[in-house]
C-alpha cells in the first residue's frame, strides 16, 4: 500500500501547489489515515516540499486494525507529554522555511488555530478545504475489498441473530449480541452505534436500544455495520415477529422495498445525487407518506460510516464509478412502527454488471 499512499500525498500536493500553497497540514483522523496509512490518537500528518511527516504524541501502535503508517512517511515522534502533534507539525513547517500552510479548518478548533499561530507566526495559514475528503469518494479497489469483507461479517452477524429466539429478549441485548458477533467474525468493531428496534420504536433511523423487550406481532428492525482495517459498510434490515404478518406489514414493507430497488436501480455512474434520492422518494410520497420521509435516502462509506456523497434532495454532484453508497430509505408510523432497508453498494458502470450489493442478506419480509 505505500505506493498507493505515495499517490494520494501526491494529487493532494498538486491542488496544494495549485492553490499556492507550499505545505499542506492535515488533522482530520480519516484523513490522515488515508494519506499516511494509519492516525494514532492525536495524530497529524506535514506534507512538506521535501519529505511528509506523521508527528505522533507517542509511538505508533502495531494493530493491524489500526494500519501501519507508510514506511516513506517519517514519524517525527513529540517528546515527554502533553504536547500537541497539530502544532509542532506546524512549527516544523516554519523550520522547513515554508511560507504558506493549508490547514484543514472545518477541523481545527479555534484554541487550536490560536497556538499555531503563536509558534509559526511567519506562516501564511489558507483553507485546505475538503480537498482529501473530496479524493477520498471514488475508492480504489483495495479500499472495495475491505468494504467487501465487512459486508460479509455484517451479514454473519446478522444471519446468526435471526437464527437464535428473539421473543422476550431486549433491544439493547440483541444490538450487544451483534457488536459481540462482529467481533468474533473478524471486524475491528462495529461501524456505528448498532440500532435495534422493536413494535412502535421500528423503522426509526439512528434508534438507540432501549429495554423494550421482543413480542408476538412486532416489526422488528436492525441496522448494524462491521469497520474492517479501519473501512465502515452498513446493512439494515426489517423483520416480522411471529408467523403471520398483518396486512398493514405487508403492505408497508412491500412500498419500503419497491423505494429502496429503486434507488439501488439507480446507481449508475453520471447519475446526479439528487436523482437518486428522488427515485427512492417518489415511491413513498406517491404512496401519502411524503411528511414521513428522512432527510436523505443514502451517503458514502469508507473509512467514515457517513461522508461523501449525500443522497439527499438538494444535493450537488453526480456519481462516478468505484464510489460506495448506501441505500436505506424507510417509513415510520408513530405509535405502529415502520420499516427500514438499508444496503451498501459499490457503483459500478452497466458494462461491468452494474452496482455491486455488498449487503446480501436477504430483503424477503421474514417472519421470525
Known sequence: MSEVHAGRRARLRERCNAGGSQSALVTRPANVRYLAGAAPQGAALLLGRDEDVLVCAGPPGDQPSAGRPDEAV??????????DAVVAAADLAQGAAVDCLAVEEHHLTVSRHRAIRSVAPRLRLTDLGGAVEQLRVVKDEEEISC????AE??????????????????????????????????????????????????????????????E??????????????GYRCEIGRTFVIGTSPADWQIELYDLVFAAQRAGRESL????????????????LDSAGHGERLLSLTGHGVGLEIDEDPQLTPAAMGKLDACVPVTVEPGVHLPGRGGVRIDDTLVVRPEADGGPELLTITTKELLAL
Open 268 to 283: 449508475a455512474p453520471g447519475t446526479p445525487y439528487r436523482d437518486v434520492d428522488r427515485a427512492a422518494r417518489q415511491v
Open 216 to 229: 408476538e406481532g412486532d416489526f422488528l428492525s436492525v441496522c448494524l455495520g462491521a469497520t474492517y482495517r
Open 74 to 83: 517519517r514519524i517525527h515522534t513529540l517528546s515527554g507529554s502533553g504536547g
Open 147 to 150: 468494504l467487501r469483507i465487512g
Open 153 to 214: 461479517i455484517a451479514d454473519q452477524a446478522l444471519g446468526e441473530l435471526l437464527e437464535s429466539i428473539l421473543v422476550g429478549r431486549t433491544e439493547r441485548h440483541l444490538a450487544l449480541e451483534l457488536e459481540r458477533r462482529l467481533v468474533d467474525h473478524g471486524a475491528d468493531g462495529p461501524a456505528f452505534p448498532t440500532s435495534v428496534a422493536t413494535g412502535p420504536h421500528a423503522g426509526r433511523r439512528g434508534h438507540r436500544p432501549t429495554d423494550r423487550r421482543v
